[in-house]
């Protein structure tokens, strides 16, 4: 009963992460120094990507900045695009 809801579990934070390879793609093209976060300045150099973003529509890097502590890490910029592209 207990592996049954570890694999349930493990389902559901797959899905999470997975559900939109094309967001990670996003992420990526925005990091244009590659060092695996998205400071705002990489997102204000890039209006003909961030314009299509809830990033840029709402215009709220500081709110997708989880932990606030000043950049996007992967996890932050998916879970900020996925929840509100689900709504
Ligand atoms: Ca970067
Ligand atoms: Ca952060």
Known sequence: MDKLMTIGGLILMT????AEPGIIEQFQQLDA??????TEI?????PDLVRY???YSYRSFGLADANED????????VAFE???SAE
């Open 33 to 38: 120094n590659q060092d695996g976060i998205v």
């Open 53 to 55: 973003m809830h990033l």
């Open 42 to 46: 990489e997102v204000d150099s890039r």
């Open 82 to 84: 996925e929840v509100l």
């Open 70 to 77: 000043g950049h996007l890490n992967e996890a932050e910029f």
């Open 15 to 18: 899905g999470t992460v997975a």
